[in-house]
Antibody, heavy 124, light 104 residues
């Protein structure tokens, strides 16, 4: 079965760190860009970060630039999101998603496989 | 670039045609426009990429069109499972705020 499974979410205090993981199964991520997208309960989708197939191209939404770091390990078929200096506004359900293309924001892109998400709550 | 979806909520009956709009704040290339469906409690699902290409396994009642600043997702005859929230996305980054298609 083709799937992405996120883990690592939880309750964390403001200013602390958390590392999310996304494990792919049923396919290999080698040739594709991967992304993290978040959603505040009851609200819309916000793209957070994307990484190219070879990690050469990495992009972030402005609000997490300098605090979050995306990475991937193709050998482990996994993607990660290191989140530092967390804020209350980072509270959301975080989805991992596979792109149709190898590099973020390229022609023909679209996120065709999604995980079920892992919840991150930032609160004291 | 900001994506504005309209209407915010669309109230229709099963079998009716749904027309959802996504407007970009400046002209964009259609090759970078995608549409997603999100049912309650589920992850989003890719429906359309490059503005008009259906993703794998998507029924042909879903169709995308448009160019420049105006893009449309049309559902030709609503099935019960189509009542959901729909998002457009540009450049694999910016999402619109969503259109909720609800049962009238």
């Amino acid at each position: 079965e083709v799937q992405l499974v996120e883990s690592g979410g939880g309750l964390v205090q403001p200013g602390r760190s958390l590392r999310l993981s996304c494990a792919a199964s049923g396919f290999t991520i080698d040739d594709y860009a991967m992304h993290w997208v978040r959603q505040t309960p009851g609200k819309g989708l916000e793209w957070v970060s994307g990484i190219s197939w070879n990690s050469d191209s990495i992009v972030y939404v402005d609000s997490v630039q300098g605090r979050f770091t995306i990475s991937r390990d193709n050998a482990k078929n996994s993607v990660y999101l290191q989140m530092n200096s967390l804020r209350a506004e980072d509270t959301a359900l975080y989805y991992c998603a596979k792109d149709r293309v190898a590099v973020p924001s390229r022609k023909g892109g679209g996120f065709d496989i999604w995980g079920q998400g892992t919840m991150v709550t930032v609160s004291s | 670039i900001v994506l504005t979806q309209s209407p915010g909520t669309l109230s229709l009956s099963p079998g009716e045609r749904a027309t959802l709009s996504c407007r970009a704040s400046q002209s964009v290339r259609s090759s970078y426009l995608a549409w997603y469906q999100q049912r309650p409690g589920q992850a989003p699902r890719l429906l359309v990429y490059e503005a008009s290409n259906r993703a794998t396994g998507i029924p042909d009642r879903f169709s995308g069109s448009g160019s420049g600043t105006d893009f449309t997702l049309t559902i030709s005859g609503l099935e019960p499972e189509d009542f959901a929230v729909y998002y457009c996305q540009l450049y694999g980054r910016t999402f619109g705020q969503g259109t909720n298609v609800e049962i009238k």
